[in-house]
């Protein structure tokens, strides 16, 4: 039982080390694919950037003002959620 309990051992021992041997590699292949995905996001909010700054001031000022009329329903609806708690 006790050399059966040995081999057991060693065999994870040896499929441990196999899978941590892999692990620089994934990170290096999952690092690049984080960096393509953030180049990629950079490309897109550069594109709505320019075309922000193409537009007259005027609509700018329409997405600010969108932007905080939707942050102000927010945080009316989460007011008047912990209204409905208390």
């Given at each position: 039982?006790r050399?059966l309990?040995e081999?057991?051992?060693?065999?994870l021992?040896?499929?441990?080390?196999l899978?941590?041997?892999?692990?620089p590699?994934?990170?290096s292949?999952?690092e690049?694919?984080?960096g393509?995905?953030?180049?990629?996001a950079r490309r897109?909010?550069y594109g709505f950037m320019?075309?922000?700054?193409?537009w007259?001031?005027?609509?700018a000022?329409?997405?600010i003002?969108?932007a905080s009329s939707?942050a102000?329903?927010?945080?009316?609806?989460?007011?008047?959620?912990?209204?409905?708690?208390?």
């Amino acid at each position: 039982m006790r050399p059966l309990r040995e081999l057991t051992l060693i065999l994870l021992a040896l499929a441990g080390a196999l899978l941590l041997s892999q692990l620089p590699g994934y990170v290096s292949a999952y690092e690049q694919r984080l960096g393509g995905a953030v180049d990629e996001a950079r490309r897109t909010l550069y594109g709505f950037m320019m075309q922000l700054l193409d537009w007259s001031l005027g609509a700018a000022l329409a997405v600010i003002l969108i932007a905080s009329s939707l942050a102000l329903l927010y945080a009316a609806s989460k007011l008047g959620a912990r209204r409905a708690v208390l």
